[in-house]
């Protein structure tokens, strides 16, 4: 059973810095390219950042390049995302998603985290 | 950067069909996704590239793709229908996966 388990969410003020994780089993994760996405209160879904399965290769929202820094350790069949220069509009659930294979273009995921949420708010 | 509409509401009888529109510049020539959303949950995949369904997922529900508009059709629909459907593409100019604005359906 594909499982999909992300902490690390919390209250930050503008400015500061939080790092996600998403504990993944079920499923061979190095295989298979992950994603983040978030989804601010009461608004649609936002596609933040995509790791592809062999080679690494990252992919970023233009709103948050440059802040924000997807990885993988596939030792621990963990994902991460380090969120620096944190910003009011980054308030928003952030779910971890596993890919339909292992890069785009190929769709975001066939299975979602229930999310951790991030409030950025002074 | 490339950009997906949807209108932001559908209402439909149970029975009756849900056309949900999906406009974005030659959408034609991507592969679109259709994401369910019920309120508090995740979203669940329900149609891939385009016209595909992933297994467990009901036959009522349907996708298509011509020009600059991708439709998700939901046929007989039914009362547990009722969510928040997104579409999704890969923007290879871009490098960037895109969702569309997302459409409430409910269902009268």
């Known amino acids: 059973e594909v499982q999909l388990l992300e902490s690390g969410g919390g209250l930050v003020q503008p400015g500061g810095s939080l790092r996600l994780s998403c504990a993944a089993s079920?499923?061979?994760?190095?295989?298979?390219?992950m994603s983040w996405v978030r989804q601010a209160p009461g608004k649609g879904l936002e596609w933040v950042s995509t790791?592809?399965?062999?080679?690494?290769?990252?992919y970023y929202a233009d709103s948050v390049k440059g802040r924000f820094t997807i990885s993988r350790d596939t030792s621990k069949n963990t994902l991460y995302l380090q969120m620096n220069s944190l910003r009011a509009e980054d308030t928003a659930v952030y779910s971890c998603?596993?890919?339909?294979?292992?890069?785009?273009?190929?769709?975001?995921?066939?299975?979602w985290g229930q999310g951790t949420l991030v409030i950025v708010s002074s | 950067s490339y950009v997906l509409t949807q209108p932001p509401s559908v209402s439909v009888a149970p029975g009756q069909t849900a056309r949900i529109t999906c406009g974005g510049n030659n959408i034609v020539s991507k592969s679109v996704q259709w994401y369910q959303q019920k309120p508090g949950q995740a979203p669940v995949l329900v149609v891939y590239a385009g016209t595909d369904r992933p297994s467990g997922i009901p036959e009522r529900f349907s996708g298509s793709n011509s020009g600059n508009t991708a439709t998700l059709t939901i046929s007989r629909v039914e009362a547990g229908d009722e969510a928040d459907y997104y579409c999704q593409v890969w923007d290879s100019s871009s490098d960037q996966y895109v969702f569309g604005t997302g459409t409430k359906v409910t269902v009268l």
């Open positions: 998603a596993k890919g339909g294979c292992s890069s785009p273009p190929c769709y975001i995921s066939d299975f």
């Open positions: 790791i592809t399965g062999i080679g690494g290769s990252t």
């Open positions: 079920g499923f061979a994760f190095s295989n298979y390219a």
